[in-house]
């Protein structure tokens, strides 16, 4: 026989044999304990899990389970030594079939070194220990623990220290994975390290649900990793979420997901929503406390009334070295903070924040004096980066008052090393009580640049100087290049509100290829403003509304579409002649032909001519399409 042929045979004859093998067993609640394990004649729970083998099937009929018996390990069902067991209700209907827990502590499934399969069933009404949870792994598994279709009612914990205080619904530990797909998790309440509890191993959550899921103290509502490899959240929704523990008092952090110092998991989220519970706060970290070397990953993700309380960070507190957090396409709502960063709040060195395609909306502090700083972004350690791309940051909401003190979105305090770049981004409606309503940047080294954003509807409330744009202080030199900062009115009493603030005498602003038209230094018809110091402040290429300075030529009319309307793109012409904007600024180094304006058109036009402002002009060519974002 053909050697290739006679592996074949052998091939389809194991699979035969391991067919052959699998049976499926067949469980009601009503079973009298004399059946045979047949459809007509089904075992009791008990009966069936004494005659389960490995590839088996234990087919549920609908109905309750109470499970009072334990079965080994401090388990209902444990699976030591039977590879690939499927446990199975009615995946449709999953409410149909239920294991009612009775308030007990034991473990639901535990399986040590096996591999098993869940599916169809709730399980409701238990009192868990630490790492009892429904579904506890352990050991070294080759392969998955599979949940699918399942709920989890009313799993909890009523125990304030040993056990009883991790990983309510799921603990994990050794080399252990676990998928949860389509699952649903409500009144799952842990006391400490979340319903999750993640010490070695892979979990993955994938089209879940969880309502009304908390943490009574800190550590994470949903996930707790303490190790492991990796948490993978996909097409999930979180509502009613956080730690219940006081604000006012000890440092809880982690309203949601925890990731522990000296862990190596990523965590990573896809296409899944977050709404923390109208009752919760974290005092550190709405959302997550970013410890030392953790990395977190959000893409196309909602975020909706996160607050942390008498602390930082609406969302995530940077509180170890060297931690990474990025975003893309991704919306935050409503998050607020009383003293720093509305929703990131950085207080170690080296963190690592990437923010691409997100919007920002009411983002904001609380405290309404000099110590809510920060309504968006809080940094204050040394040796970060920060680089924000093609993002809105905007204010739409009727609340009273300022977004921070100083620094109404971002606020860089009096450190060294910090890198900001931020470019493509929108800054509209922006609000801070002294100075700086977009940005406040105040450091010794490092760089602040930013580019192809505008400015527009920002804010100085109360004070009688600052920035509506940018406050800059320290000595570190400012890029701000092809900007628009148009229609900021201050609301304050002032006399010398300007869209940029330079205050140190030892660094400059060079500001390049910019617009400024109708920002005022007071509510009403104050004066037009362009900057607070032409000192330190070096312009090339601009053009305003006003008169007097080096490097900006004056306009008498607005050069922009609809600006009441809020469309700050480049008119064709202006008054009946063409628009002084368009091919009136320099080629910058950064130039090149893949970069892009606000909208998202090249920013080099033909010749390599460059347009002032954040917005390119295109003439339509023959032949050709293009589309403003």
């Known amino acids: 026989m053909n050697g290739n042929l006679r592996s074949l045979v052998l091939l389809t004859a194991g699979l035969v044999s391991f067919v052959a093998s699998a049976t499926t067993i067949y469980v009601s609640p009503t079973a009298t304990g004399d059946g045979d394990g047949s459809e007509a004649s089904p075992y009791t729970m008990s009966e069936a899990w004494q005659k389960v083998k490995g590839n088996d099937t234990i087919q549920l009929a609908d109905g309750t389970y109470v499970e009072e018996t334990v079965r080994g390990d401090d388990a209902c069902f444990t699976v030591r030594d039977k590879s690939n067991i499927t446990f199975q209700g009615n995946v449709e209907h999953p409410e149909n079939v239920i294991i009612d827990f009775n308030g007990t502590n034991n473990r639901g499934f535990y399986s040590p070194n096996q591999p098993f399969t869940v599916r169809g069933i709730t399980f409701q009404n238990k009192k868990t220990g630490s790492y009892r949870g429904v579904i506890a792994v352990g050991g070294t598994i080759n392969g998955t623990a599979l949940v699918e279709n399942c709920r989890f009612v009313n799993i909890t914990t009523d125990k304030t220290s040993g056990d009883g205080r991790m990983g309510t619904v799921f603990a994990g530990g050794a080399m252990a994975d676990c998928v949860f797909r389509n699952c649903e998790f409500k009144d799952c309440n842990s006391y400490v390290w979340g319903m999750m509890y993640l010490t070695a191993g892979d979990l993955t959550l994938q089209g879940c649900m969880a309502t009304n899921c908390h943490v009574k103290t800190t550590n994470g509502s949903i996930v707790g990793v303490n190790g492991g490899k990796s948490v993978t959240i996909e097409d999930c929704e979180f509502q009613d979420i956080g730690s219940e523990m006081s604000a006012e008092s000890g440092d809880n952090y982690s309203g949601v997901i925890h990731v522990n110092s000296g862990s190596d998991a990523p965590v990573i989220a896809r296409r899944t929503r977050f709404r923390q519970g109208p009752d919760c706060h974290s005092r550190l970290g709405g959302f997550s406390a970013i410890q030392a070397g953790a990395e977190l990953t959000f893409e196309d993700c909602e975020f909706y009334d996160f607050q942390s309380g008498n602390g930082w960070a609406g969302l995530f507190y940077f509180q170890g070295a060297s931690a990474k957090l990025s975003m893309t396409g991704c919306v935050v709502s409503n998050a607020t903070v009383k003293t720093n960063g509305g929703v990131i709040g950085v207080n170690e060195a080296s963190a690592n924040i990437a923010l691409n395609d997100c919007r920002f909306t009411d983002c904001r502090c609380l405290n309404q004096d000099s110590s809510g700083i920060g309504g968006l972004i ?44 931020i470019d493509r981004c929108v800054f509209r409606g922006c609000r801070a009580l002294n100075a700086g309503a977009a940005i406040f940047s105040k450091q010794t080294s490092g760089s602040l640049t930013v580019r192809n954003t505008l400015f527009t509807g920002c804010d100085i409330t109360k004070q009688t100087s600052g920035a509506t744009g940018i ?8 890029k ?36 400024f038209w109708n920002n005022r230094d007071q509510a009403g018809e104050g004066a037009l403003r362009v900057t607070s ?19 900006v030529s004056q306009i008498s009319a607005s050069p922009f579409k609809d600006a009441a309307s809020g469309d700050y793109a480049l008119a064709k ?57």
């Open 573 to 629: 012409n202006v008054g009946g002649a063409s628009n002084p904007c368009l091919g009136a600024g320099v080629k910058l180094d950064w130039m090149t032909a893949d970069s892009l304006d606000l909208a998202g058109n090249p920013r080099l036009r033909e010749k390599d001519l460059v347009d002032l402002g954040c917005y390119e002009y295109f003439r339509r060519m023959p032949g050709f399409s293009i589309f403003v974002k």
């Open 378 to 421: 809080y940094v204050a350690k040394a040796s970060c980066t920060l680089a924000m791309t093609n993002c809105v940051c905007e204010v739409v909401g009727d609340f009273e008052g300022a977004q921070g003190y100083n620094g109404g979105q971002i606020m860089i305090n009096n450190v060294s090393g910090v890198n900001t770049s």
């Open 533 to 551: 110091s032409t000192a330190n402040t070096v312009f090339e290429n601009c053009v305003a509304d006003v008169s007097g300075l080096t490097g």
């Open 471 to 478: 406050y800059t202080a320290g000595t570190s030199d400012v």
């Open 480 to 515: 701000i290049e092809n900007c628009t900062f148009a229609d900021n009115l201050p609301h304050g009493n002032s006399s010398n509100v300007s869209p940029l603030s330079p205050t140190s005498s030892t660094a400059k602003n060079y500001v390049k290829n910019c617009i």
